[in-house]
């Protein structure tokens, strides 16, 4: 074995990646990545040593949030990056723990967190030895995995806060103390499920934080119509998901002569009242993720990467002398955008210049689409929901929520949102809306049949609009209500969304289109017997039982 990485739903063969990612990670990067994270472990204690003690090390927090961050699936395939990033950590942990002991802070330092072996030619060949399959025992790997992804998908929400300048220190607290709990030999299965759930509640608070900092910052996100085609101008391409990138390259591109686009991801930010001042912010080209390469070449111009996911361009693609990356995404052979000094916006001088040497992008297609239903805009409408129900014409909510991916399977979730009876209302949030958010699936009374809240990171929106809902409806409990969920996932943050749900007591969630490859049957067992969590069949199958399971 050369490496080992089982943290996304594309795992080969259903288990785990063993030679090559099938997202293209080599087995150096799969290396570093394990290695990086058994070091952040270890400042991880010093870190919370250093916090109860009273001593606040914002460098080490920041590296262990944006540590954890940079190892999401599609994220960053450089191993310069993750060598240096392992070495940085080093240093600061050191450091860290050279000043807690001058301060004469009492501690009984793990071994794991005192680990320093080999250097980075080690670091590359056996990273693996340090990842995963370390943990002999099938259920204790499984939810010490299930708590680390969960961890890393709370970690990019965390960043995105952190980058507006909204931080808790619950979050930050609760991430130290997990990631020493997966170094805790003699800890229970028990224990690590009860780890879990306090990761799914911390998770909940983590959306929180960044809906306050996304709301604050640009205003509550309204009902917008968003252009799918394309000017005659240069353009730019903007994907991930960090809004305050965009707001920089925005700012200063306005009067440059060139317009802004988004892909995949950041999409959802033409829905923020804030980003609509800007008259070349253009509109959205393409689709999800997993379709970049060909759209990456079509559009012509730069292409700026803020978060995944990132496709490897292929060895024939043009497009890489065009693709910039920024914040925790690096890939070898693009352009990387350094940070922002304090104070500064991030400068986009290079790109900008770039882009201006570009043909306007080449037309995908044509139209528009609608999106935008938050939590402030759902609340907007409830009354009018309230009465269509009442009225029996919606009779179901389905919350499709999620992760697009490369699988052919997933057009099972296109098929799935045209089959639903016309009196159902999806709500979505995530990339896996592009599965069927152009679909034409008409409105009830004026209120579209797709709801779309936002980014994965708007499952929030759901969860407010599901407690919305509870109240008017004068409900019990969630699990009362009218909505199924049929959730597709790919990578670390649907993770968190996932322990989110269960932490808030959502029970029968379908998790699709396969259960993760880190559950172990003893795992899957908890999941199917303590939430109810299904898995998804055939389109016919799945909509006579999960429709049958909640009506209004
Ligand atoms: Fe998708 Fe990728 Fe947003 Fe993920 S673009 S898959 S869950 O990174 O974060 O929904
Ligand atoms: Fe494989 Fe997914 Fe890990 Fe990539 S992230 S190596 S595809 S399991």
Known sequence: MSMFCFQCQEAARGTGCEIRGVCGKTGEVS??????????????????????????????????????????????????????????????????RKRLHEAGVQMKEPDFARWHEGGPADWKREGYK??????????????????????????????????????????????????????????????????????????????????????????????????????????????????????????????????IYTHGEMLPAHYYPFFKKYPHFAGNYGNAWWKQVEEFEAFGG????????????????SYLSRLYTTGPVRYPGAHHIPERTPGARKDFSRL??????????????????????????????????????????????????????????????????????????????????YRYHKLPLGEIDGIPRILDAGQCNDSYSLIKTALTLKEALGVASVNDLPIVYNIAWYEQKAVIVLLALLALGVKRIHLGPTLPAFLSEGVRDVLIREFEIGTIDTVGDDLDRMLAAAMA
């Open 31 to 96: 290396n570093l990545q394990d290695t990086l994270v058994h070091v952040l472990k270890g400042l991880a204690f010093y870190h919370r040593t250093a916090m109860e003690a009273g001593i606040d090390d914002r460098e080490a927090e920041r590296i262990i949030i944006e540590g954890l961050f940079t190892t999401v699936t599609n994220v960053n395939f450089d191993p310069d990056d993750f060598v240096r990033r392992i070495q940085e950590a080093l240093q600061v942990r050191e450091s860290l």
């Open 130 to 259: 340090l990842g995963p399959r370390r943990t002999e025992d099938p259920d204790v790997r499984s939810l010490k995995e299930l708590l680390l992804y969960g961890l890393k998908g709370m970690a990019a929400y965390t960043h995105h806060a952190a980058v507006l300048g909204y931080r808790d220190e619950r979050i930050i607290s609760f991430i130290d103390e997990a990631l020493i709990a997966t170094e805790d030999t003699t800890r229970s299965a028990g224990e690590l499920i009860d780890l879990v759930m306090e990761c799914g509640r911390t998770g909940v608070l983590a959306m929180e934080l960044l809906d306050k900092a996304n709301t604050s910052t640009y205003g509550n996100p309204e009902v917008s119509t968003v252009n799918l085609g394309v000017r005659n101008r240069p353009g730019i391409l903007v994907s991930g998901h960090d809004l305050k990138d965009l707001e920089d390259l925005l700012e200063q591109t306005k009067d440059a002569g060139i317009d």
């Open 302 to 317: 730069p292409i700026l990467m803020t978060t995944n996911c990132l496709v490897p361009p292929p060895a024939n693609a």
């Open 352 to 433: 900008i210049e770039h882009a201006k040497t570009c043909p306007p992008p080449a037309q995908l297609e044509e139209g528009t689409i609608v999106g935008g239903f938050a939590h402030h805009q759902v609340a907007a409408v409830a009354e009018k929901v309230l009465e269509a129900i009442k009225a029996g014409k919606i009779t179901r909510f389905v919350v499709m929520a999620g992760c697009d991916g490369r699988f052919p399977s997933r057009a099972y979730y296109t098929e799935f949102a045209q089959r639903l009876p016309r009196d159902t209302v999806i709500l979505t949030a995530g990339c896996a809306k």
